[in-house]
């Protein structure tokens, strides 16, 4: 069964950093793309950042692209998310999940909060 634990969400001001960070387990996690998502409340849940399996490759939706840097440790079975010059736009639930060609799994860890004071 796929489990998903995030966390390193905190309470940051505008301009700040967090790193967050998940342990991904049930699949084998070196063959999947991983992939960050976000839902603020009353909106619904957005992919902000994917990974390939290898780590040779990243995608950022517009609203992140040269804020944040998704990254991965394959023999850890984890996933990073650095988010830098945060912004109050960014606060959110952020989870992690396996990404395959249907979208990400059914499966969803707590997610971890963020939240961008101004």
């Known amino acids: 069964q796929v489990q998903l634990v995030e966390s390193g969400g905190g309470l940051v001001q505008a301009g700040g950093s967090l790193r967050l960070s998940c342990v991904a387990s049930?699949?084998?996690?070196?063959?999947?793309?991983m992939g960050w998502f976000r839902q603020a409340p009353g909106s619904q849940r957005e992919l902000v950042a994917r990974?390939?399996?290898?780590?040779?490759?990243?995608t950022y939706a517009d609203s992140v692209k040269g804020r944040f840097i998704i990254s991965r440790d394959n023999a850890e079975n984890m996933v990073f998310l650095q988010m830098n010059s945060l912004k109050p736009e960014d606060t959110a639930v952020y989870y992690c999940?396996?990404?395959?060609?249907?979208?990400?799994?059914?499966?969803w860890g707590q997610g971890t909060q963020v939240t961008v004071s101004s």
């Open positions: 999940n396996f990404l395959d060609r249907r979208g990400p799994s059914d499966y």
């Open positions: 049930g699949r084998t996690f070196s063959s999947y793309v």
């Open positions: 990974i390939t399996s290898g780590g040779g490759m990243s």
